[in-house]
């Protein structure tokens, strides 16, 4: 198949090479262009320079094995940032709920807890500032980028 393409390539180009080209002026004044000198008609011989040789179009099959690497790459970018953008909504959400919790225990009030049995009790102070420090440090592991 390539032999063919190629072949025709060049035997297109060696044809446009070969050719030449007249310009001419009929009777109403019009410009006509030929390969052929006019009979009756005063003509004017073109040197004609071949253009490039240019790599013949790609097929039907190509561009879409083009089109489908493509978005199989733009698919694995947009997973990428799926994910990316996933894991910074959860560290943003870590953070404001940490935030939130250190105002909540430097406000003050009283603070309860519940323990192994499931009952409710309340904090003291040495207990209260145990649960700011924690809090506190909530804070500035998951705010880092914020």
Known sequence: MKRVVILACALA????????????????GRVIYSDQPPVAAESKQLKVSPGPATAP???AKERLKEQEKGKAASAGNS???????????????????????VRNM?????????????????????????????????????????
């Open 13 to 28: 180009c060696s044809s446009a090479a070969l050719a030449q080209l007249y310009k001419s002026i009929d009777k109403d």
């Open 57 to 59: 179009a790609p097929s």
């Open 79 to 101: 997973k990428e940032d799926e994910e990316k953008a996933k894991l910074d909504k959860a560290n943003r959400e870590r953070c404001e709920i940490a935030r939130a919790q």
């Open 106 to 146: 430097q406000e003050g009030g009283r603070f309860t807890a519940v323990d192994a049995k499931g009952e409710r009790y309340y904090l003291d102070e040495k207990q209260i500032e145990a649960e700011l420090a924690k809090a506190q440090k909530a804070v500035s592991e998951s705010c880092k980028a914020s």
